[in-house]
């Protein structure tokens, strides 16, 4: 007898720093842990979808929330209220619905998801093979749990792989830090299935958050594997996130160069040695940008690094300088990721910052996105606050900026192929230059109802998605209750710590 097939949908819940409802297409890397998770259920018996905010916006359309028999949640841990506020539509559409959820939420908020969903996963994407289990059958876990790349169409050409998880590196203000899981390599077997299930594709980016990892034998064997397939022209090159250990070794960049490696990201985090100690991120204590930039580009690879801005320990002027070094020099290129410090829950930055009062008051969860102000600064907030607003939307810098981008390219060319000067062109100017906001009707009418940014968690107002789009009977209104961190003295909350208590229900 034919069964009709189990309906599950994959949400990765996510609340955009700049309160736009509409999809963020083109931003590398994207998440991918959807996919990983689709790939453990049978297809011929259960018929899976996803829903990624990040890429698809902000979910709101009504038809979709009495579909699923099984939703099953991922995001970042400053996602939870939307997570939340997600499971209330789902319940309220269908009361049948089971709800399961895993990965940073929940590791930092155990009990708390224990209250909200039916299934707690404080493991890797593997233990969603209990919960199908549970609440279907073993018949409908797959045999071959290879991604459903299938399922994350348009990639724009690019194929995204995991060779390894967690990091070997201890950053006090990095969530691996504060979930204390270990540093693993995936089997060879695992990541030839990756490879196969990707197919062919124009680039691959490696998603770990260490690739180079503290195994040189395990290192040069993923470099290997991956450098196979590029030699057989499986795609046209590969780029991977390296730890400013991996740069001390000059020959670790002329070996992943000649196994097809066409860009680096490193986290170098601050220009400022005081700041990277205070981070405990040592390893990034002779990442000078200029340097990397020259020594990647010497072997035909681009460079690209991130930056956080720390005004709790940084003045305006120097953060203002650091900038402008940056603009001025051609040769070095523009970070492709620019924040403010998160204190992330769970991490020993947090526990410092909660500490040592550093928290501003009624601080919201969903304020954590690095987009903001949500610690008491070294300098005034009327000092800081507009030039951390001016800063972020490059404001007063945009000639600087695309001037800057121009002489980059240029300054590189005979280096790099023309995709890589393409890149190097377009990424700073697209990262930069301002959003266009484009989705559906829905979704950019509901962008529009935001209230405005103001950069300061102090005086940003709350989310529009906090309001229910459909009427709701009162046993939902909690889903739609910020998770608050700090009360109006500045002090943790009880809310807080009675949700990072250990989990009273698990998988
Ligand atoms: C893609 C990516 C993004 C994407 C999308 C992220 C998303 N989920 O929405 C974008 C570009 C939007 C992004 C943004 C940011 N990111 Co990011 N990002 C990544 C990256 C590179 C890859 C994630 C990924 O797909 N991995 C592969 C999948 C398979 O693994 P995974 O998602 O880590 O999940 C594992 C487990 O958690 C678990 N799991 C996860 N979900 C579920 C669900 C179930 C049911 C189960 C059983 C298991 C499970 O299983 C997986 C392992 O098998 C990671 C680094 C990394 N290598 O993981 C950082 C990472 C997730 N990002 C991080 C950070 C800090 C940020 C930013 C705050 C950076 C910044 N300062 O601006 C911003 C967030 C801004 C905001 N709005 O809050 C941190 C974690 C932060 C956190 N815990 O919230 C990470 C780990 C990087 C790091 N080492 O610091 N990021
Ligand atoms: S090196 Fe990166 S991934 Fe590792 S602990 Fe530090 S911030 Fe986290």
């Not at 990201?265 to 390893?283: R, T």
Request: neutral net charge.
């Amino acid at each position: 007898m034919l069964k009709s097939k189990r309906r599950v949908l994959i949400v990765n819940a996510y609340f955009d720093p700049w309160r736009s409802s509409t999809p963020t297409r083109w931003f590398v890397p994207r998440a991918m842990a959807p996919c990983y998770l689709a790939g453990h259920f049978n297809r011929d018996r259960v018929e899976v979808k996803i829903w990624d905010e990040v890429f698809n916006g902000s979910m709101l359309d009504t038809r979709l929330f009495a579909w699923p028999e099984l939703v099953v949640f991922t995001g970042l841990t400053a996602a939870f209220d939307r997570a939340h506020q997600l499971s209330a539509y789902f319940r309220h559409a269908n009361p049948e619905v089971i709800t399961a959820i895993g990965g940073p939420i929940p590791r930092a908020l155990p009990a708390l998801c224990a209250e909200v969903f039916d299934y707690v996963c404080q493991g890797d994407v593997e233990d969603i093979e209990q919960v199908v289990r549970d609440v279907f059958d073993g018949d409908c876990i797959s045999d071959d749990p290879a991604p459903r790349y299938d399922l994350a169409t348009p990639t724009m050409g690019l194929g995204y792989l995991e060779t390894t998880k967690n990091c070997n590196f201890a950053c006090s203000f990095c969530s691996l830090t504060g979930e204390q899981r270990p540093y693993v390599s995936h089997s060879e077997g695992s990541i030839t299935g990756q490879l196969d299930a990707m197919r062919k594709a124009i680039g691959v980016m490696v998603l770990d958050n260490n690739f180079y990892g503290n195994d040189r034998k395990s290192f040069q064997r993923r470099v290997e594997l991956i450098g196979d397939r590029w030699r057989k022209g499986q795609f046209r090159g590969w780029g991977a996130l390296v730890t400013g250990d991996f740069f001390k070794r000059p020959e670790n960049v002329e070996f992943v160069a000649q196994n097809g490696c066409k860009a680096l990201f490193s986290g170098v985090e601050s220009l400022d040695p005081a700041v990277l100690k205070s981070f405990n991120k040592k390893q990034s204590v002779t990442s000078d940008p200029r340097r990397l930039t020259e020594l990647c580009a010497a072997h035909g690879v681009f460079f690209d690094y991130g930056m956080i801005l720390d005004f709790s320990q940084q003045t305006v002027a120097e953060a203002d300088g650091q900038v402008n070094a940056i603009l001025q020099d051609p040769s070095v290129p523009l970070p492709g990721l620019l924040s403010l410090t998160i204190p992330i829950l769970g991490t020993p930055y947090f526990d410092e910052a909660a500490r040592d009062g550093r928290l501003m008051p009624n601080l919201l969860l969903s304020d954590m996105d690095g987009q903001k102000i949500v610690e008491w600064p070294r300098e005034p907030l009327e000092e800081v606050v507009p030039f951390v607003a001016d800063l972020l939307r490059f404001r007063g810098r945009k000639l600087a900026l695309a001037r800057h981008a121009v002489k980059h390219a240029w300054r590189w060319r005979r280096h790099f192929t023309p995709d890589q000067t393409a890149l190097a062109l377009v990424r700073p100017l697209h990262r930069f230059g301002g959003k266009i906001n484009l989705g559906s009707l829905r979704q950019m009418r509901d962008s529009l109802r935001e209230p405005p940014l103001t950069y300061c968690a102090m005086s940003d107002r709350l989310r529009a998605a906090y309001t229910p789009r459909v009427r709701m009977p009162s046993e939902f209104a909690k889903c739609f209750e910020p998770l608050r961190i700090t009360d109006p003295d500045g002090a943790l909350t009880e809310s807080l710590l009675t949700a990072r208590a250990r989990p009273r229900v698990a998988a």
